[in-house]
């Protein structure tokens, strides 16, 4: 005799979705079957399939295409370091350029010569500006690499290491060229010793170097932008001084700056290396919420610039090789509380 089940499972029709199921998964009689999806649940499962897997095309086409667009500026911030170190390597240049002849029809040529100080000071503040660019482009090509860290370190080694000492040292001796031989030799000295504290700086900060803008609040020391653009302003308002040399006063202070520029040099060279705690500017008062006080400081900053930019910037970059100094200074004479 057949089992009655077993030719209810035979009998079943291939074209049913529950067909080839157990006996046992349709429940018993008298029990509640569980609801099968039937041909429209099927028929709507495969659509929202469908629509996941283009939504996933579509998602996946757009990311390789931003990674595409990403991947073609990969090369701005190694292009902007590059920059940077021409910038440095020309303002050196210019520094050490000789009168051009009598039928030179080279304009530039002449103009840079007519203001090769002038000129060479601004070379050094638009290396700067590379500077900071290559950074920030790194960051957003997602793409900060040891090599570039390495390229920027030496670019920095020319702009803001051996250009600004052969700048100053070129400037003292235009103008102090009778001196005795002695005096030279010690300016040439100040100078080695500044290009060597750049490197050493360079050199500590690639060691405790660590990525991200987090760990960029403060330096270990005067950064070597810093203590370059501290030489290149100081040139700057001794040029400006020097061109009004007509009033005597101005006469006397340019004189007076042309002395005082191998001691800026060695200070800034100093500070370098020391173990003085200088703030990262842009990313501790710039970033993040801004008070009505510290935007009023900023607007007075940028119409100064736009006044007298040449002392605005020799003020505020001395200002800034000096204030880690004060703050140090300030900080050990402080009477401690007593325990």
């Not at 203001?115 to 997602?142: S, W």
């Not at 060695?266 to 935007?295: A, D, E």
Request: aromatic content about 10%; overall charge positive.
């Amino acid at each position: 005799m057949l089992d009655p089940q077993s030719n209810l499972a035979d009998n079943t029709d291939p074209d049913d979705p529950r067909a080839g199921l157990p006996a046992g998964a349709l429940g018993t009689p008298g029990t509640k079957r569980p609801r099968l999806p039937g041909l429209r649940g099927l028929r709507r499962r495969d659509r929202e399939h469908d629509g996941e897997g283009r939504e996933a095309r579509r998602l996946r086409i757009r990311r390789h295409g931003r990674r595409a667009y990403i991947r073609s500026v990969y090369s701005l911030p190694s292009l902007a370091t590059l920059g940077n170190a021409i910038c440095g390597f020309g303002a050196m240049y210019v520094a050490a350029m000789d009168p051009p002849g009598a039928g030179a029809v080279d304009h530039w040529t002449r103009f840079f010569f007519d203001n090769q100080f002038l000129a060479a000071a601004y070379l050094i503040f638009i290396a700067m500006v590379f500077d900071g660019l290559d950074g920030r482009l790194a960051r957003f090509a997602r793409h900060t690499t040891d090599f570039g860290g390495q390229l920027d370190s030496m670019a920095d080694v020319i702009s803001f290491g051996c250009a600004p000492a052969f700048i100053a040292l070129q400037l003292f001796h235009f103008y102090h060229s009778d001196l005795p031989p002695v005096i030279g030799r010690t300016v040439w000295a100040i100078a080695a010793l500044y290009v060597s504290c750049a490197a050493i700086r360079l050199a500590r900060f690639n060691v405790s170097n660590e990525h991200g803008e987090q760990h960029h609040f403060s330096f270990l020391g005067l950064p070597s932008p810093g203590a370059a653009g501290a030489v290149a302003a100081f040139i700057l308002m001794q040029q400006d001084l020097a061109e009004h040399r007509a009033w005597s006063l101005a006469a006397y202070l340019s004189d007076i700056c042309v002395w005082l520029l191998p001691g800026v040099v060695l200070l800034t060279g100093l500070l370098m290396v020391s173990t003085i705690r200088y703030p990262h500017l842009v990313n501790r008062y710039l970033r993040g919420r801004r008070s009505i006080s510290r935007i009023l400081v900023v607007l007075v900053g940028l119409l100064l610039m736009v006044i007298v930019h040449r002392y605005t910037l020799g003020i505020g970059a001395l200002a800034y090789a000096l204030w880690g100094l004060a703050t140090s200074g300030y900080l050990r004479l402080r009477p401690r509380p007593k325990a």
